[in-house]
């Protein structure tokens, strides 16, 4: 198990109440010994002009489950992660229901960590595949 705190899937949509992720309605759905997953839907707030799902929402999605499984790999009184750098490559297109997305650390290391974030349609053809670094700092 990869958590400093095992994060409970209640724990962590309280957390998001006043931030964008409950904007977007983002909700954890699934905590794994390593991974986090979160379903989004894809509704007027998350479409682009042409009716599908927003690149940046892709992003959003992606940097909110990787950002809170880096926040839970730390010692949360002392430390906090903050995005460095996040890349995404759009695959298929998305138009309603639900896309999931699941967050996997590649390397969990003192100073960064670097996780692995793919979005799926219900389906389960891969709509998005993301890869966010984290700046690990002390409070």
């Known amino acids: 198990m990869i958590w400093k705190i095992r994060p409970t899937v209640e724990a962590i949509n309280i957390m998001g109440k006043e ?5 977007l309605a983002i909700e954890i759905t699934e905590v794994g010994d390593d991974f986090i997953t979160a379903r989004m839907p894809v509704n007027a707030k998350t479409r682009q002009p042409y009716g599908i799902l927003h690149g940046g929402a892709s992003c959003v999605l992606a ?19 903050v995005g460095l750098e996040i890349n995404a490559n759009h695959l298929r297109p998305a138009k309603d229901g639900y896309v999931f ?3 996997r650390p590649i390397h969990i290391g003192r100073t ?4 692995d974030i793919k979005i799926n349609n219900e389906k389960g053809d891969l709509v998005c595949i993301s890869r966010l670094t984290l700046a690990v700092r002390n409070i």
């Open 19 to 23: 931030s964008m992720e409950h904007f």
């Open 101 to 103: 997305g699941t967050a």
């Open 112 to 115: 960064t960590h670097v996780w």
């Open 63 to 81: 940097e909110t489950l990787g950002s809170i499984g880096g926040a839970f790999c730390v010692d949360m009184q002392t430390q906090i992660v």
